[in-house]
């Protein structure tokens, strides 16, 4: 399958991207297997940008089997990929996103214009547009310096201070994003979160209903390394509104 971008379309005017959408599946769940079978061994951790940002085999053995495939079925693509989260995007639109979080054995899925699922069941997020009523969860991001904690923890400080009825941090950004697209979280910020950790992400959040922009209130760039995304755009810019900013950089800059 090999679309150019003038022509996307397939005879019998099917999906164009239904190929790709089924080999990101496949692909989520083998690396799902691999980590599983991982969990269960000894394991090397080294670092990635920060002691905080740690990576082990089982992230390099997963990355190289998703590359290697997509590139082996898709020569003519290009794939933005981490671990078991794989977002698709033709001409900086986004398309799908999966993302399987193998030890709950979740696999969650969102095609532009077809709607999010959690393993087939249809996603749907909260509806809240209320900060005192709102969970509201956040990553602290790969840096450490003291500069950076204390905007960190001053964020958290000026949410709460805003009445927010909870800010907490999981551990996970992808899975924080996905309890956002089911609706068991109101809300999600972060600096230093790289547009590999956050396509899939934001097509899983926008196809269960949910706002995905900057963190100054504009439009989401993939490419800026900050973002809110809330269940509502009122939740969304009132998040954004108390925020002050930590900077990352820029993915195309790296």
Same mark, same amino acid.
């Given at each position: ?19 790709? @959408?089924?080999? &990101? ?16 061994? =000894? ?10 940002? %740690? ?9 190289? %089997? ?7 079925? @898709?020569?003519? +693509?290009?794939?933005? *990929? ?5 977002? @698709?995007?033709? #001409? ?14 979740? /696999? ?8 999010? @699922?959690? $393993? ?17 969860? *956040? ?9 950076? !904690? ?8 000026? %949410?709460? +201070? ?16 996905? #309890?956002?697209?089911?609706?068991? &979280? ?6 230093? !979160? #790289? ?24 439009? /989401? ?7 809110? &995304? ?11 509104? &108390?925020?002050?900013?930590? $900077?990352?950089?820029? =993915?195309?800059? %790296?």
């Amino acid at each position: 399958m090999k679309p150019s971008g003038e022509d996307q379309a397939v005879p019998g005017g099917g999906d164009p991207w239904e190929e790709c @959408f089924e080999a &990101a599946v496949q692909l989520a769940l083998r690396a799902g297997q691999i980590i599983r079978k991982a969990l269960t061994e =000894d394991k090397h951790v080294s670092t990635k940008t920060s002691a905080a940002d %740690l990576v082990t085999e089982t992230d390099h053995l997963v990355e190289d %089997l998703i590359i290697s495939e997509l590139q082996k079925r @898709f020569p003519s +693509h290009r794939f933005p *990929t981490v671990a078991v989260s794989i977002g @698709f995007a033709v #001409h900086q639109e986004l398309e799908f996103g999966v993302i399987h979080h193998c030890t709950e054995e979740r /696999l969650y899925t969102g095609r532009r214009g077809q709607g999010a @699922f959690c $393993n087939g069941q249809r996603l749907q997020v909260s509806g809240e547009t209320d900060l005192s009523k709102a969970l509201v969860l *956040t990553e602290i991001g790969p840096k450490r310096d003291p500069a950076t !904690l204390k905007l960190f923890l001053s964020n958290m400080e000026r %949410l709460l +201070h805003a009445k927010a009825h909870g800010v907490r941090v999981i551990g996970s950004s992808t899975l924080a994003l996905c #309890h956002l697209a089911s609706g068991a &979280a109101d809300a999600y910020y972060q600096f230093g !979160l #790289h547009c590999w950790d956050l396509a899939a992400a934001t097509v899983i959040i926008r196809e269960a209903g949910g706002i995905v922009m900057d963190t100054s209130g504009g439009p /989401l760039d993939l490419m800026s390394c900050r973002v809110v &995304a809330a269940g509502t755009r009122e939740m969304a810019t009132l998040i954004a509104q &108390a925020l002050q900013t930590i $900077n990352y950089g820029r =993915d195309d800059e %790296l």
